[in-house]
């Protein structure tokens, strides 16, 4: 993430790092915002925001994107 960032010119403080395991703990840290997803409990109690019962587009919906943004090909 912090090669990615560095090539793309963005700030960490501006990426997003989605992780389940206790090897994503320091991505997740790192990250500007840092979600633990369907993660094990580890991670869960570690990370800032937890996404457990909804899909990889509730990411999405948990940073303000609506439906209509994505259109037919945007959903999974």
Known sequence: MK???QVE??????TIAVG????????LA???????FHAKPRV?????????VIGLDGV?????FKDSYLGEAGRM
Do not use: C, W
Request: charged share 20%.
């Open 30 to 36: 790192e990250a500007g915002l840092g979600i633990a």
């Open 9 to 14: 010119k963005v700030n960490l403080a501006q």
């Open 20 to 27: 389940d395991g206790a090897n994503d703990l320091p991505m």
């Open 3 to 5: 090669l990615i960032a």
């Open 60 to 64: 999405l919906y948990f940073l303000g």
């Open 44 to 52: 869960r109690e570690t990370a800032e925001q937890n996404i457990n």
